[in-house]
């Protein structure tokens, strides 16, 4: 892994054709580009890589006759080495080939052979710099790597002279883009606002690991004497820097559909020089943007048997693990065996990974399984970390596994804020910082180890036995639209043609959680109907048949009666309506106190714990850092395998073909919304992230399966039906595994389990309630 910092700059003014690529950063907005801002994203860029982390090389071409254009590179890199024998540093050069430079982030796992002793960032040097068959062999080669990457290539071949920049096709790794703006010093600072960025002209690109926000941040986390005095070393080395002003638009990701050509070849213009962007798509493209990918056709029972889903997935998972954890470490650690580590909430994703991983790695390799929260006293991930942690140590007892307990109070959290604020980059809203503070901890991987005594605890067994709590953590069965009732009854409401996401009284749509299986008007007309039996009408004694009402308009009481007697005859006359449900909460009714108490009551039954981590730690007093440089990261499962609410929602509303496009559209906005994002953070303390459940070899299997074995919905009968839980088919590798306990946790997104959206939501919408992840976030001071 490295960081990747490149300017491209010239001394005139240079004409941009957007054409070709739209989605180049507008002028809109614009911040100074001072000497201190440059140290600091040059500071940014040396936490990528802390084996090599001062890596810089210059080129200028300024003859025309050569094609030349006035053009300066100036590329800074620093590595995290984990291929090869020998040190090797970046950006990379061939003088011999024209004065070529390379700075390449990312894992070659296919597609391009790499020996085991060799550096993968050499090798492929090596090949695309040598190809003589114009673009495309070159694209042909970097098309076929498979595993994360990201790149910026100075190519120069006779008196072609390009720039080549760009991702994987599912953008694992991060780049960003900014163009450089200058002005004369005289003209003032253009602003944020953009006021000034009409007289500013473009001189320059900038491409980057990361993309710090100046204009949002205050404060600075490391030397800033020292940032600002290299910062103004690197900007003197820009064309034309004396005398000028410079800018930064705001940033945005490299897109992944394809790589990006930048020609420095073209002769003047009359007033400034052209600069053409290219972009060139990939020859072939991802599986999932073709119409194979989850076939919906109906499967039969001949088929299902054909189609082990669960096999297929275990195999392709099982690979790719296996693959993900070999080249742990670099030439510089000598003998020393730095380990594994798993991003671990405890939930399905990450345990199933640790489970493979110890399945393939020596019992003497560390796997630290780093799990971060925020409020360790009630956060479900520490509870799940804990349960799948003695899961883990039943099936790999000789292994050494390690449990790192990572908590971050309000104090530690406000001190990092700016920094994790920083590598963000463009995704800065509210829900992007609560998932970024919990990467950016885990990366930084300082806690303290859990204890494997507190298995035999007394406090843990009867936790764990407590089935009122721990109800809080367990996945519920999601019901396909055309499920049977558990039961074996068919609907609810015996007719068998709404099915159980009808209410049992109306037949309206029912809300999943209701304690009387209704829709929200009849379950408040029945928690009415209780407090009437008991004050008013005597329901008991006088409960109408379900028939008609009469002519006449009926009384309030006869109304509450009438849906009474229809629920009752719905559901079985053994049952009784509640005054209470904690989904439908009637408003503006009964007494007052009664109702707090009754939410208070709510709150500890669905809480899952509340105890000292003291208890379960091995030392409070012994400070534990991760030395692992590789973290396995379970991105993509829920996206591949149905795991987010929405995918329930699409599902009632539309079937499995809504169920089908909902999923697609997550899987192939992964790139924008997630990874460039989780990349940045994870690698701000030297780590790099591995994704096993993204390998294209695992991508490829699951597209090949038909969608309702995927989705556990296949019977023999019609292909369609059956009671489902989320993540179905993975559930499944995980019972196969042994991993029976973590196989029936609910999924929860990070910033929910660790409770760092909890955490920040105090302090800027004052409650959980009022929060709007969307909301751009501001630095805050956050207080407890």
């Not at 950063?25 to 500071?43: I, K």
């Amino acid at each position: 892994m490295c960081g990747i910092l490149w300017l491209l700059t010239n001394r005139e003014e240079i004409r941009l054709c957007r054409t070709s690529l739209p989605w180049l950063p507008n002028l809109e907005c614009v911040t100074p580009l001072t000497a201190a801002h440059m140290g600091r994203l040059l500071d940014a860029i040396k936490k990528r890589g802390p084996d090599h982390p001062d890596g810089h090389e210059c080129s200028t071409d300024t003859d025309e006759s050569c094609g030349g254009n006035g053009f300066v590179v100036d590329a800074y890199g620093s590595v995290l080495q984990l291929r090869g024998d020998v040190a090797v540093r970046q950006p990379l050069r061939r003088s011999q080939d024209g004065d070529q430079l390379l700075s390449w982030n990312g894992e070659i796992f296919g597609g391009l052979r790499v020996g085991e002793h060799d550096n993968d960032a050499q090798r492929l040097f090596e090949c695309i710099s040598s190809v003589d068959g114009g673009d495309d062999e070159a694209l042909n080669v970097l098309d076929a790597i498979q595993g994360p990457f990201a790149f910026a290539w100075l190519r120069r071949q006779e008196q072609t002279q390009q720039l080549w920049f760009g991702r994987d096709k599912l953008g694992r790794r991060s780049l960003m883009v900014a163009l450089i703006l200058s002005m004369p010093s005289s003209d003032g600072v253009a602003g944020a606002g953009g006021g000034g960025a009409a007289a500013a002209g473009v001189h320059g690109v900038m491409l980057s690991s990361v993309g710090c926000q100046f204009g949002d941040v205050a404060s600075f986390s490391g030397d800033a004497t020292a940032a600002a005095a290299e910062g103004e070393a690197a900007l003197s080395r820009l064309a034309g820097w004396p005398g000028r002003g410079y800018y930064l638009s705001e940033w945005v990701e490299v897109p992944v559909d394809g790589l990006t050509i930048l020609s420095l070849s073209h002769t003047h213009a009359e007033y400034a020089p052209l600069m053409t962007p290219t972009h060139r798509p990939w020859p072939s493209p991802l599986p999932f943007f073709t119409h194979a990918f989850w076939p919906l056709a109906c499967v039969d029972g001949e088929t299902e048997a054909a189609v082990d889903g669960v096999s297929v997935l275990r195999a392709a998972l099982m690979s790719s693990v296996a693959e993900r954890v070999h080249h742990l470490r670099g030439p510089e650690c000598g003998g020393e065996g730095r380990g594994l580590g798993v991003l671990f909430s405890g939930g399905l994703d990450s345990t199933v990974l640790a489970a493979m991983a110890a399945t393939v790695l020596d019992v003497d390799t560390p796997i630290e399984l780093l799990n971060v929260c925020f409020d360790p006293n009630e956060a479900p991930d520490r509870l799940t970390a804990l349960a799948s942690y003695e899961e883990l140590m039943g099936l790999f007892p000789r292994h050494d596994i390690r449990l790192v307990c990572i908590d971050v109070d309000s104090g530690t959290l406000s001190a990092h804020e700016c920094a994790i604020l920083e590598v963000l980059g463009c995704r800065s809203s509210h829900m992007d910082f609560n998932i970024g503070a919990a990467l950016c901890f885990a990366s930084r991987g300082v806690g303290r180890l859990a204890s494997r005594r507190y298995i035999s605890a007394s406090w843990y067994r009867e936790l764990l036995d407590d089935a009122t709590r721990m109800q809080g953590i367990w996945a519920a069965a999601k019901i396909s639209p055309e499920a049977p009732d558990p039961a074996g009854g068919g609907s609810a409401g015996g007719g068998g043609e709404s099915g159980p996401s009808s209410c049992v009284c109306c037949h309206a749509k029912a809300k999943p959680g209701c304690v009387h299986q209704t829709c929200r008007l009849c379950c408040v007309k029945l928690q009415r109907a209780c407090a009437l039996t008991e004050t008013e009408i005597g329901l008991t004694q006088v409960l109408p048949s379900p028939s008609p009402f009469p002519s006449s308009q009926p009384s309030a009481g006869e109304v509450l009666a009438a849906i009474h007697a229809r629920w009752t005859e719905a559901v079985g006359p053994g049952r009784a309506p509640s005054a209470t449900c904690r989904v439908h909460k009637e408003r503006g009714s009964g007494d007052r106190q009664q109702q707090q108490q009754q939410q208070q009551d709510d709150r500890e039954r669905t809480t899952p714990w509340r105890f000292d981590p003291q208890w379960y730690y091995a030392s409070s007093d012994v400070v534990y850092r991760a030395a692992s440089r590789v973290l396995l990261v379970g991105s993509g499962a829920d996206e591949l395998l149905g795991g987010y609410g929405r995918h329930q929602t699409a599902c009632r509303h539309s079937g499995m073909e809504g169920l089908r496009d909902e999923m697609l559209i997550d899987v192939r906005r992964l790139w924008q919304r997630n990874l460039g994002r989780d990349d940045r953070c994870l690698a701000a303390h030297g780590r790099e992230a591995r994704h096993p459940f993204l390998a294209e070899d695992v991508i490829a299997a699951i597209g090949k399966l038909p969608f309702a074995v995927i989705m556990g919905t296949a019977d023999h009968t019609n292909g369609t039906g059956g009671r489902r839980e989320d993540k179905w088919l993975l559930r499944q590798v995980a019972r196969q595994m042994g991993l029976t306990r973590c196989a029936q946790f609910k999924k929860r997104a990070i910033q929910f389990g660790s409770r760092s959206a909890k955490e920040t939501n105090r302090s800027h919408f004052e409650s959980n309630r009022k929060a709007d992840g969307s909301h751009a976030y501001r630095p805050t001071s956050i207080s407890g």
